[in-house]
């Protein structure tokens, strides 16, 4: 009878190991994290520096910009602070409150992010297929709007993951093999039946995915059809161009999500440290590279980073 020892513990702590099988190269592993976070930062906070500055910026585009920014900011903190104080202080005790909100940031940051890519293939598609009617259609109020909706969806959609956790209960050494709460590993943990979480994680990660790769695809099939449609080749070039900073953003996001969300439910042949690093890859990377990228890509916002920064490192400071 003493063996399983399935009495229901303390509900209100979790312990979360970091990398397991790499716990001794911890400080060596946060070196990495810990600069692609920091880079994130500056690039992110640069770009809603210059565009909250410049009255030229101040169009859809950069708005969507700014709102897929303020995203990756939100979403990697939730996600890098704690893994840091694991790695760093081995501080790895996290309260339920704190592990529940932990998750729903960060599953919240994810779903928002998808939206701002969706609205970003839709401010593409009505820049080259109906570019004379682009300031009417696509307003900064409208913008606005859809980043709300977007937001009101994330909370939605998200919500009951951490309040169908909080009814359950959880068995004696609640030790979560990772470096936040994902809500696979938090529900593996529980006494009881967790058959709803189980599918409910499953089905709106792939709801929300297969939904806004509809729309995205929907959008770019309308783009290269007009784009076909011009006799120019330069001109075929010119508008594609346009899309290339979006498609790469997009590269880097869907896959390494649906990597993620597999792996923890099929992927007993990964082992789980590879796992672990590559879904906290997911959160660091596209907030370190995003801003890189749409910085290349946008001359426009380029000229305005290289204004400011140019300000900052001058003695003077102007």
Same mark, same amino acid.
């Given at each position: 009878?003493?063996?399983?020892?399935?009495?229901?513990? $303390?509900?209100?702590?979790?312990?979360?190991?970091?990398?397991?099988?790499?716990?001794?190269?911890? #400080?060596?592993?946060? !070196?990495?994290?810990?600069? =692609?976070?920091?880079?994130?930062?500056?690039?992110?906070?640069? /770009? +809603?520096?210059?565009? @909250?500055?410049?009255?030229?910026?101040?169009?859809?585009?950069?708005?969507?910009?700014?709102?897929? &920014?303020?995203?990756?900011?939100? %979403?990697?903190?939730?996600?890098?602070?704690?893994?840091?104080?694991?790695?760093?202080?081995?501080?790895?005790?996290?309260?339920?409150?704190?592990?529940?909100?932990?998750?729903?940031?960060?599953?919240?940051?994810? *779903?928002?992010?998808?939206?701002?890519?969706? %609205?970003? &293939?839709? $401010?593409?598609?009505?820049?080259?297929?109906?570019?004379?009617?682009?300031?009417?259609?696509?307003?900064? %109020?409208?913008?606005?709007? +859809?980043?709300?909706?977007?937001?009101?969806?994330?909370?939605?959609?998200?919500?009951?993951?951490?309040?169908?956790?909080?009814?359950?209960?959880?068995?004696?050494?609640?030790?979560?093999?990772?470096?936040?709460? $994902?809500?696979?590993?938090?529900?593996?943990?529980?006494?009881?039946?967790?058959?709803?979480?189980?599918?409910?994680?499953? #089905? !709106?990660?792939?709801?929300?995915? /297969?939904? $806004?790769?509809?729309?995205?695809?929907? @959008?770019? @099939?309308? !783009?290269?059809?007009?784009?076909?449609?011009?006799?120019?080749?330069?001109?075929?070039?010119?508008?594609?161009?346009?899309?290339?900073?979006?498609?790469?953003?997009?590269?880097?996001?869907?896959?390494?999500? =649906? =990597?993620?969300?597999?792996?923890?439910?099929?992927?007993?042949?990964? &082992?789980?440290? *590879?796992?672990?690093? +590559?879904?906290?890859?997911?959160?660091?990377?596209?907030?370190?590279?995003?801003?890189?990228?749409?910085?290349?890509?946008?001359?426009?916002?380029?000229?305005?980073?290289?204004?400011?920064?140019?300000?900052?490192? @001058?003695?003077?400071?102007?």
């Amino acid at each position: 009878m003493g063996v399983f020892n399935l009495s229901p513990s $303390d509900p209100s702590t979790f312990i979360l190991m970091g990398i397991p099988g790499l716990e001794a190269a911890h #400080v060596w592993i946060s !070196i990495p994290f810990s600069t =692609f976070y920091i880079i994130g930062l500056l690039g992110n906070f640069m /770009v +809603l520096f210059v565009v @909250s500055k410049e009255q030229t910026l101040h169009k859809p585009m950069y708005l969507l910009l700014c709102m897929l &920014a303020l995203t990756e900011i939100g %979403t990697s903190t939730s996600v890098v602070l704690k893994a840091l104080c694991i790695f760093w202080l081995n501080l790895k005790v996290i309260t339920l409150s704190g592990c529940l909100t932990q998750m729903f940031f960060f599953h919240a940051g994810t *779903v928002m992010h998808s939206a701002i890519l969706v %609205t970003m &293939a839709f $401010d593409r598609y009505v820049a080259i297929c109906n570019p004379l009617r682009y300031a009417t259609i696509l307003t900064n %109020t409208r913008i606005a709007k +859809l980043g709300l909706v977007g937001l009101i969806r994330a909370v939605l959609f998200v919500l009951p993951l951490p309040l169908l956790l909080s009814r359950q209960t959880f068995c004696a050494n609640c030790i979560i093999p990772h470096t936040y709460c $994902d809500h696979m590993a938090v529900a593996k943990m529980s006494c009881g039946d967790i058959t709803v979480n189980r599918m409910y994680g499953l #089905v !709106i990660p792939f709801v929300v995915s /297969v939904l $806004d790769l509809t729309l995205i695809a929907l @959008s770019y @099939s309308l !783009i290269i059809r007009a784009v076909l449609r011009i006799p120019s080749k330069k001109a075929h070039q010119k508008a594609l161009n346009t899309c290339t900073a979006h498609i790469c953003v997009m590269l880097m996001s869907y896959p390494s999500f =649906f =990597f993620s969300t597999l792996t923890h439910r099929f992927g007993q042949g990964i &082992a789980p440290h *590879v796992h672990i690093i +590559l879904a906290n890859l997911y959160f660091l990377l596209p907030t370190m590279l995003n801003p890189i990228i749409y910085g290349v890509k946008n001359k426009e916002l380029l000229e305005k980073v290289g204004k400011y920064t140019c300000r900052m490192c @001058s003695p003077g400071g102007h």
